[in-house]
Structures are given as C-alpha cells and as structure tokens.
C-alpha cells in the first residue's frame, strides 16, 4: 500500500511539473519566441517568415491541454 501511494505522489508531481512546462511555452510563444520548438524555429529561419498564425494555433492547443488535465 505504501508504494502505490508514492507512485501517487511521484505521478502528480510529474503532472504538476509538466503543466508548469506548458505554462512556460505558453509565455515563451506569446511573446514570440519559438526557440524551444528547433524544427519549427529552424523553417521559420529558412525560410524567413513570421509564424504569427502557427503561434495562435500552438497557444490553442497549448492552453486546451491545460483544461484537459
């Protein structure tokens, strides 16, 4: 029984942290930065366009995660 109950925690811990990550990425794309995403960041840069719309739709999708949990 102890140690279904410190899976418990460990698992929560997991989730809280996690949607702490999801915050972050949330702050870091709406003040334009897609750094963290490096496949995404690196088209942008080749191709030299401003992801504004590709922003929106990671932030929806970000923050729809977020209610799910």
């Known amino acids: 029984m102890h140690r279904k109950g410190k899976i418990f925690l460990d698992v929560s811990e997991d989730i809280v942290t ?6 972050l990425l949330i702050h ?11 496949a995404l960041n690196a088209f942008a840069e080749e191709i030299e366009i401003y992801l504004r719309c590709i922003h929106q ?6 923050i729809t995660s977020l209610r799910v949990g």
Request: glycine share 8%; net charge negative; hydrophobic share 50%.
């Open 18 to 23: 996690f949607e702490g990550e999801i915050k």
């Open 28 to 38: 870091r794309i709406e003040s334009g930065k897609i750094a963290d995403f490096l």
């Open 57 to 62: 739709i990671f932030l929806e999708h970000l």
